[in-house]
């Protein structure tokens, strides 16, 4: 029995707000990710929004600028895995891939998805909603908090009580504050006073680097000016 074609009414423009609020709020996806979906788009929008249709993958790549296979393929999935869409993948040469598209719509400025707050697969079985894996990624983002002074008073007084001057405090909030507290301008600090302790360790083992160069330098100018002879020597004065 051939299976009945279902049509949804998809409101375009409130689509495409409702989905760009979503790419907003999930730092999972790239510019590939997002070109891909609006590519699977058109093609759902030229299928007038079946339910379920299907696509050619070397169209989809060329709608979205994608030139490599495994990309793709792995673009697809994570849409497919985030909620975004049901990918049916077709291991059948002669017949395509098949997509069902989820509903993002707009009502009072919140982004809907598929007008409830699971998303059901073809299966029956209830997933989570995208809004709840957007939240979590969120909650997990903030659980690394940024850990920096109030002001340079709070390291000039952290460096005193460790016995080092307010220069080199000054140099230390100068510097984090400069690359915005974090170590090597990527990771952020989570102590800055380990931080800080780290920073007067290097810096002593600079200074004993110097002394010792210092020290070595001046031997060596020690044992030249001992090889130097007077051009007045006597040389009949006894050694």
Same mark, same amino acid.
């Given at each position: 029995?051939?299976? @009945?074609?279902?049509? +949804?009414? &998809?409101?375009? *423009?409130? /689509?495409?707000? $409702?989905?760009?609020?979503?790419?907003?709020? @999930?730092?999972r996806l790239n510019p590939t990710h997002i070109s891909l979906y609006i590519a699977l788009f058109q093609i759902? %929008?030229?299928?007038?929004?079946l339910e379920e249709f299907y696509i050619n993958r070397e169209e989809v790549m060329r709608f979205s600028k994608i030139g490599s296979k495994s990309t793709y393929h792995k673009c697809i999935k994570d849409l497919s895995h985030w909620k975004y869409i049901v990918y049916y993948p077709s291991h059948n040469p002669y017949k395509g891939s098949k997509i069902k598209m989820f509903k993002f719509e707009t009502s009072s $400025? #919140?982004?809907?998805?598929h007008n409830s707050t699971n998303i059901e697969t073809s299966s029956g079985q209830a997933l989570v909603s995208i809004n709840k894996h957007i939240q979590t990624n969120k909650n997990k983002k903030n659980s690394i908090k940024l850990d920096q002074p109030k002001n340079e008073k709070e390291v000039i007084d952290f460096f005193k009580k460790?016995?080092?001057?307010?220069?080199?405090?000054? !140099?230390?909030?100068? /510097?984090? #504050?400069? *690359? $915005?507290?974090? &170590?090597g301008g990527k990771t952020k600090i989570v102590n800055w006073q380990a931080t800080a302790k780290n920073w007067? *360790? !290097?810096? +002593?083992? *600079?200074?004993? &680097?110097?002394? #010792?160069?210092?020290?070595? +330098?001046?031997?060596?100018? #020690?044992?030249? @000016?001992?090889? !130097?002879?007077?051009? %007045?020597?006597n040389y009949n004065e006894p050694l």
């Open positions: 029995m051939k299976k @009945d074609i279902v049509m +949804q009414n &998809v409101n375009y *423009i409130k /689509h495409l707000k $409702g989905v760009f609020i979503q790419f907003s709020k @999930d730092n759902w %929008n030229n299928n007038r929004f $400025g #919140q982004a809907l998805v460790e016995n080092w001057p307010e220069i080199e405090a000054q !140099k230390f909030y100068n /510097h984090y #504050q400069g *690359i $915005g507290w974090k &170590v007067m *360790i !290097k810096s +002593q083992e *600079i200074l004993s &680097v110097r002394a #010792q160069s210092r020290t070595n +330098q001046k031997e060596v100018s #020690q044992n030249m @000016d001992n090889l !130097k002879t007077s051009k %007045n020597k």
